[in-house]
C-alpha cells in the first residue's frame, strides 16, 4: 500500500528542493542574521570556497520560503549604522525539523552528485508548484507497482498523462526509473537508485514527521552525519554542485564564487 504524504512532509519537500535554500537555514542555526549576516555566515562556514547566491537572494529565501513555511521568523531590527533590516531567526520547527533536513539532503546531493531540485523539480514558493509532491508520489507508487503504465501512474496521482510524462522524463533522466515498451505502452519501474532514493532520504523524512520519537531519532541521526563527516566540505560540494547544474546565464547572473 502506497504511503500518504503528510503536510509536514510535503513542506520538506519545498525546503529540501533548492541546495541554497538549505543552506541559508543551516546558516542561520541557533543566531539571529540578516540576508548580509546570513551570506557571511556561509563565506565562514564553507572557507569562501562555494558558489552563493547573489546577497538579496538570502533575504528572498527567507520571506519565500522559510518564513511562510513556518522554519524561520522575520523581525524588524537596525544595523550599526542604523538602517532598518529584516532578521530572521529559526523557529522550534526550523530547529527540530529544518535543520536535520538540511543535514541530511546536503549529504545525499554531495554523495550522489546531483542536485535534488533535478529530481523534485523546483518551486519559486511553497504553493506555486506541486512537482516536489507528485514525483514523490510517482516513485513510491512504482515501488508498490512495478511495470505500471502511465495511465496507471497519472489515476493514482490525479495528475494529468502529459505532466506525468514530463515527471517521468526528469526521473529517468536523473536514474531515478527506467522503463520497456509493451505492446505500444510504455511501463515504468523504479531503478536501483530509485528504491535507494526512496528507502534512504525520503521515507526518512516522511517518517520524522509521524511522531515527536521519531523526530527526535531524524533529529539525532543527522547530528552523528554531522559530527562523523567533514560537513563543512559536504555543504561546500552541495552548494557548488549545485550550481554546476545550472545555465550558463542563471550563473553568471545570478551566482558568485567567495
Known sequence: MVRQLTKAFSDGLHLINGTPKRATLYALDNDTLSGTGIEERLIELTSGRARLPTRPAFRGYCDETLVPLEFAISELGETNTGKDAHYFTLTERGRKFGMPL???????????????AKVLGTSSSPKSSKSPDNRTKILMFLEDNPESNLKEVSDFTGVNKSLISRHYRALENNGMVSS???KAEKHIK????????????????????????????????????????DYRQT??????NHFSHQTPRGRSSNTRTK
Open 235 to 240: 555543504l561546500i560540494n552541495a552548494l557548488n
Open 180 to 182: 520497456k515498451s509493451q
Open 102 to 116: 538540511s543535514i541530511y539532503c546536503n549529504q545525499w546531493e554531495a554523495e550522489n552528485g546531483i542536485p535534488l
Open 190 to 229: 523504479l531503478t536501483d537508485k530509485g528504491i535507494s532514493f526512496l528507502r534512504d532520504l525520503i521515507y526518512p523524512i516522511l517518517d520524522a514527521t509521524l511522531s515527536e520519537q521519531a523526530l527526535t531519532d531524524f533529529y539525532q541521526r543527522a547530528i552523528e552525519i554531522q559530527e562523523r563527516t
